[in-house]
């Protein structure tokens, strides 16, 4: 089950083009009994997650400030919540490394019940590897670079945004 999910995803995502990686991630995600896969991206402002979708800012953001989205993504714990009609919506932190991106949201079907434990686990592995593919898959296209905007942006602000290094590094000996 989630062996078939994360080579599916591997085969799948190796030479796909950027906007279609939410797609994947969604489609692959059936495998462990996922549905409503969302990949939500922080912005610039680090204010809203914005769903990463095929088309730039087609879907509407979600604040970070009271959200369970947005606990997870600032606290980097996962997160669950039970929806009206018996599933259980996982919230799982986006990072590579430390740095945090944003979050993937899964509806799992439980029947009211908790998330199994090994779920919760494959579901954060699998986040892990969404991430590190947002990472690499960001240097080919400006699907993640458009939606993680709330406005447009100066030449002159694209070309330092580009120099500068991530936000956060991090080792098992040094945080900057």
């Known amino acids: ?16 083009a950027p906007v279609d990686l939410a797609a994947i991630v969604a489609e692959e995600a059936r495998e462990i009994g996922a549905s409503d896969v969302v990949i939500h991206v922080v912005d610039y402002e680090q204010r809203n997650l914005v769903p990463l979708t095929a088309v730039p800012r087609e879907a509407d ?11 997870a993504f600032m606290t980097s714990k996962i997160f669950s919540a039970e929806t009206d009609d018996g599933r259980r919506r996982l919230f799982v ?5 430390t740095e945090r991106l944003g979050t993937l949201e899964l509806a799992i079907d439980t029947g009211g019940a908790q998330v199994p434990e090994p ?5 954060e592995r699998y986040s892990h590897l969404v991430a590190q593919t947002v990472v690499t898959k960001r240097m080919y296209g400006d699907n ?8 447009p942006m100066a030449v002159s602000s694209e070309l330092m945004r580009g120099l ?10 040094l945080v900057v």
Do not use: N
Request: no cysteine; net charge positive.
């Open 1 to 16: 089950m989630a062996g078939r999910m994360f080579i599916g995803f591997l085969r799948r995502t190796h030479l796909s």
């Open 61 to 71: 953001p979600i604040g970070i400030e009271g959200t369970l989205a947005g606990r």
């Open 93 to 97: 932190p986006l990072l590579d490394g």
């Open 119 to 123: 779920l919760i686990t494959i579901a």
């Open 144 to 151: 993640f670079e458009l939606t993680r905007r709330s406005r």
């Open 164 to 173: 500068l290094p991530p936000i956060v590094f991090a080792t098992s000996d």
